[in-house]
């Protein structure tokens, strides 16, 4: 099949920038790039007028949860809703639709309901007595659930003291931890529930541009070993079932990288769908709950220094371990603390076992300083990064580290100018995974709302944003010699946008459209 899209503005974004008219693909590869008149010439199978559209490599978010989002989507929505009666009314209404096995709502929020209340084990139980209901509040620190879910969780056995010590069984209360509990009551998932959970984030992705994500997974489905869960992933490559490529960021004990080793082909194909990408480590916590590891504790509470999940020792074995395999590490790290122990790791290992070439990296990087962004330059680190989260954070930085130290966080550009390799993800669920308004972000360093900026000097022009989005983020999973720019024989792995992200300011970016996405030279998205 030879497809053509001419009349266009086609930003190849390769090394020099070059802008053509026309490309053309056959099967999965890109066999043309020139004028519209020099394409006339040529036979093609079916011929695209793009009538001045601008068509860019496909969108890639560097890291995400795929199906942490699509298990959202199918949880009824209660954002925004303004009284207890009318969350009864819309979870009833789901079960009458879906006669589910159990019921889980997010998203309500007592300030904005008339009553002005939690939700109780009263109010849940006008939405059934027969099968489990747990109402997530927006927070996700606290749920209400029904009297069938609370007789669910008197009979676990195995059940966690300290979750145990979060229910209150008069009220219906989940506080904490204990809110995990809804877990519990879904069904383990059969590999088809998987698939339909990958075939819903992958048709939503695809229309908003994105071709390729690296996602974090093998610990969302409730009940299914890591190793299966991208096992069915795979099926569903064999399948052709897939229409985005998922770069797997592989978050597994020591006790599960043995089963996910055995996963690992041989050799590696950068053309095909699914990869095991790089294992996912997570050092430390958030900044929103002070969980995140700081050097000198949190400015607003000088005692705590933050929340480590390993310790020194596991963590070394963890990245001992991936990188004796010659696996990429990429871990998470927002506070300053754990990235400075992150490197200390790296360093260690790589003094032990060198490899030039790993691409090891850190997940977020926010909290930094220059000695350490030196130190991440120095050991050869990428940064996977957020452009997005400075809509939240640049209200919390401040108050967390104080305004010195504030100055010294989310540093896109100087990563950049330093020649640190950085590649822009959403970290969706937390972030929706809209990349243009990512972008937005990168190049404003302004709030959605606009009303606020955060530290200007780091801002992006619009051509490193589109970027971090396509070819930088096709380098962070070691994929740059086959996708992510518009060159001969690469991957036809396209987006196609109603404007020109040059020509506007940034502000505009969200009002582009995403009229076509084509993943390997066939369109998975038409608006
Ligand atoms: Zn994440």
Known sequence: MRRLWYNGKIASIDPENRIYQA??????KIVFLGSSEESAALPWDERTDLKGALMLPGFQDSHMHMIHYAVHQRNVALFGVDSIP?????CRERIEQEHPSYLVAVGWNQEMMKEGRLLTKEDLDQISTEIPVCAIRACVHIAACNSVMLDRIREMKDAKPDMLAGVDYEKGHLRESAVDFYLDVMPPADDEEIRRLVRLAQRDMNAGGIVAIHSDDLQSVP??????VLKVFQDMERDGELTIRIHEQCLVSQAQFPALLALRPAEVDHTGMVRLACRKL??????????????????????NFGIANYTPQELYEMVRDAHAQRLDVACHAIGDLALKKFCDTVERVLRE???????????????????????????GLQAFIQPIFIDADMEVITQRVGEAHARDCYQWKTMRDMGIHTSGGSD????????????????????????????PEQALTAEEAIRLFTCDAAWSGRDEEVRGTLELGKLADLVVLDRDLFQIPPEDFTKAVVLETVVGGKTVYHA
């Open 353 to 379: 076992d060198p490899w030039p070439d790993h691409r090891h990296g850190v997940v977020h990087a926010q909290v930094t300083s220059p000695e350490l962004l030196e130190r991440m330059r120095a050991l």
């Open 428 to 455: 969706c669920p937390v972030e929706p995974f809209d990349i243009l308004d990512n972008m937005r972000a990168a190049v404003s360093r302004k709030n959605r709302a606009g009303d606020r900026t955060y530290l």
């Open 223 to 228: 009940g299914v070993a890591p190793d299966h």
């Open 86 to 90: 009318e969350a009864i009314r819309i």
């Open 23 to 28: 490309l053309g693909t056959e099967d999965q």
């Open 282 to 303: 997570l050092e430390d916590g958030s900044l929103g709950a002070k969980s995140a590891e700081m050097i000198d504790g949190y400015v607003d509470e000088p005692d």
